[in-house]
């Protein structure tokens, strides 16, 4: 079940991405303790298929034609004890550990070009973004070796 895409502005590697998810939702989600092979990181939708059954968050990664804002993760919880509704608390904790800013989607608005900008020290804001310049493509395939 998607939870939320996550643009930041920041381009982070494999491994730092999957420990800072895993630390991320540990802390946010006292109820249910996440290991680190049931995260994965994909770099295509499709790729879901493939998911094993021990899986519990799945971290989708693409790029977006965005000079500020431009690494975008469609983060998937397939686990209910994972969900959270606290997202801006949950994404402040994402870039307070990446050193990052992010866009969320505000899903009070009807405008997709209303989003959240969330700081890593806890602030966030309304802000007005063009949203075709978010759109995702593929990383390259060397982001997925190693």
């Known amino acids: 079940m998607a939870w939320r895409d996550v643009i930041l502005n920041k381009r982070v590697d494999k491994l730092t991405l999957k420990q800072v ?5 540990q802390s ?3 109820q249910s303790k996440i290991e680190i092979d049931e995260i994965k ?11 094993e059954e021990h899986t519990r968050l799945v971290c989708e ?3 977006c ?6 690494f975008m993760l469609s983060i998937s919880i397939l686990d209910e004890q994972l969900w959270t ?3 801006i608390e949950v ?31 806890g602030r966030y804001e309304h802000i007005t973004v063009d949203p075709d310049a978010l759109d995702g493509f593929p990383v390259e395939d060397s982001y ?3």
């Open 21 to 25: 998810l895993l630390e991320v939702f």
């Open 28 to 30: 946010s989600i006292e």
């Open 41 to 51: 990181i994909i770099g295509n939708i499709t790729e879901m298929a493939d998911i």
């Open 61 to 63: 990664v693409s790029l």
């Open 65 to 70: 034609q965005n000079d500020e804002f431009m």
């Open 85 to 87: 509704e606290n997202d």
């Open 91 to 121: 994404v402040s904790k994402i870039c307070s550990k990446l050193g990052c800013k992010a866009l969320i989607e505000n899903v009070n608005e009807l405008a997709p070009s209303i989003m959240f900008l969330v700081h890593p020290d």
């Open 144 to 146: 997925f070796k190693g």
